[in-house]
Every structure is written in structure tokens, then in C-alpha cells.
């Protein structure tokens, strides 16, 4: 008989981000795998027969008392083997931050202010968002009690922070580093004509040998925007050799303040806004390096997908994607996103084609493409699963 999960997620759109879409995908896993999956929802759109929304599908949010009411009501009518939860529920088995821990998220939200004013603001204000202190509050009580959940990390770097803040007990905390569909096809027609238009907006040719920089993210701010262009100003001006370099940005962001920076920067002719892109393995397919100076990532989905299909890749300490990869082998590690001379550095050492090549060798030769991959995922989940129904007596 097919063991019966129920996933909770607030939203079930996967138009909003990486932990939605990556619920999507780790259901389908899987469902694939065998197991009879339903995702449950406060709001959104049904993506299936199991997706079960609980709410009226045209509210936009709703507060976490009230979804916590209503799941109990679904819960006690209808039976799952096992109840994995992304949001603070006590009553399911296993909670998985999938956007890190709360506590952590308003410090590093507030960090990539650059108004030490500004810093100050967001952590003195961030307990008046009401919902946000609910599923604060939860979180704390929910990793503080001995009796909690089990709790899944999707990296060292979320397992560190549940620690970190709530003094957890280690022998609660498993990790399952986050993984991506491997299996995408990149349509070969399509990533042709948009790397010819990407090059033609740079004044570019082939022959120019370019090397093409991906960033792609929707909150520019907190994914580090900032701090890349002023690296990329920062190389250019400094090093000869990286002029071959320009900049491709995608993603849902407003554009208005990083296009004046570059401009008094007069680096804009080397940066391309493409705005949101559906299909992001075509624009991976065309470009060289990608690049995510993030303040604060539990684990890249975008810096998995570049690593599977085989790109050397950039990033912070503050990305627990960088469990994944070999630093200065498959890519670059650094310290902060305010580190903007090593973040030149970084991308002046893949200015050079050869180092581009060698790390991407690397990436295939490890096979990290096996290691990020959805189904690895998948794999370690049941396992947990099953350790879960065994300690209630259901194996």
C-alpha cells in the first residue's frame, strides 16, 4: 500500500520562487518514486488532483493561526501517513525551513541595507509585521520543544542557524541539502536567437570571445545586485584582461536604481535586463558563469541548476548551496557580498576562458549534476520517512 504524505505550503504558485517551485518538484519526485503525495494550501491554484487549497483561492495571504485551524480541520478528517510541513506546524512530523529560519532571514534582510540607519530600522521593526512574529514565535517554540517535529535542513548553513538561535537539539536536525530537476532540456533555437540578442544589446560579436556573467534573482537587493555591478566596475577598471566580461540580469526585480548605478558607473553598456525569464536553463545554456553574491540563500536553487548544467559558479559564505561544490575548483566562495575586491577577483579569474573550461570539466568530472539532483533528494527523504514510521509504530 502506498504511504500517503501531505506537503504544507503556504502558497501553491509556483510563479513566486524557489521554495514554492522546489515543493512542486519534490512532490512530483515523489510521487514518482511511488508515494501518494498531496500538497496542501492555504492559497493559490490547484497544480493537480492532490493539490488541496483550504482557503478561498483568491486571498493572497492568510495570517498563520487561521491556516493552522484550518489544517487541523483537514487533518482530522483525512488520513496521511506522514505530514511534512515547510511552515511551523508542531503537529507534523517533519519541518523543513525551506527559506532557512526565520530568525536569520530578518538579520540578514536587515544586513543587506547599505544605511547603517536602515539596518538598524529593519531589525527594530521587523517584530511590528504581526504574521511575521506568529511564524517567528512558532519556529522558536517548535525547535525549542523536545518533543518537536524532526527538522530537515536544507544545508549546514540552516542547520548551524537552528542551533545557532534555538539551541536545538542536534539528534532533532537531518540534513537534506536542497536538490533541482536535473532531466530539463535546453531548446537549442530558442537559447541561439536570445544569445544573438543578448549580444547584439552589448554591441558584441563572437568573435569578440565574450564572456557572459548570469545573476538571477527577484529581490535584487538581498541577492547582492549591488555589489556585483560594483565589482564588475571594479575589474574592468582594473584589469584589462576582464573587459571580455558583461553582466546578464533576470529575474522580477525593479530595474530603475541598479541601471543608474551602472550608468555612474559607465559600465551600462555591459549589463542586459532581461526582466523574468520562464525558461532559465535556455539562458544557462548561453552564458559562462553564474554569479549570486547573496546576503542570505538557505540553498540556491539558481546556483544548483547552474552547477547541473555545468557552470562554474560565484557566491557568498551566507549560500548554503556552497555545500555542494568545491571552492576554487567548481567556483568562487566569497567571504560577504560588501567584499567587492574579491568579488572582482572572482570574476577576473573567470574573465580567462581556460579557467571557465577547467572548471566546468571539473563540474562533470565530480558528476555534481548527480549530486544536486531532485532525485538524491528524494532518495534521503524516504529514508527519513520510513525512520519516521517506525518510531510511530506504522513499519
Known sequence: MKKKVAIIIERANITLGGAERSVFELA???????????????????????????????????????????????????????????????????YQPRGGTYAEAILRNAASYENKFLQSYKKLTSMMNLRRSALLHAERRLCQNADGPLIAALSQYVADQIRQHYRTDTHRIVLIHNGVKTNKRTDTKSAERLRTQILGQLGLKEADNPVLLLFVANNFRLKGLTALIKALHLVTTNNQAANNVSLIVAGKGKTRKYRHLAKAFNIHHKIVFLGHIKHIYNLLSIADVAVLPTFYDPCSRFILEALAAGKPVITTNSNGATDLFVNDKHGKVIDTPGNTSALAEAIGYFSDIDNIRRASDAIITDKLKEKVSINRVTEKLISVYDSVLQRKGLK
Open 28 to 94: 512530483g519526485a515523489l510521487s514518482s518514486a511511488g508515494l501518494e503525495v498531496h500538497v496542501l494550501a492555504a492559497t493559490g491554484s490547484t497544480n493537480g488532483k492532490n493539490t488541496h487549497i483550504l482557503f478561498n483561492s483568491s486571498v493572497k495571504r492568510t495570517s498563520y493561526h487561521k491556516f493552522a485551524k484550518v489544517l487541523k480541520e483537514h487533518l482530522g478528517v483525512n488520513h496521511y501517513d506522514i505530514i511534512h510541513s515547510v511552515l511551523p506546524f508542531d503537529f507534523a512530523d517533519i
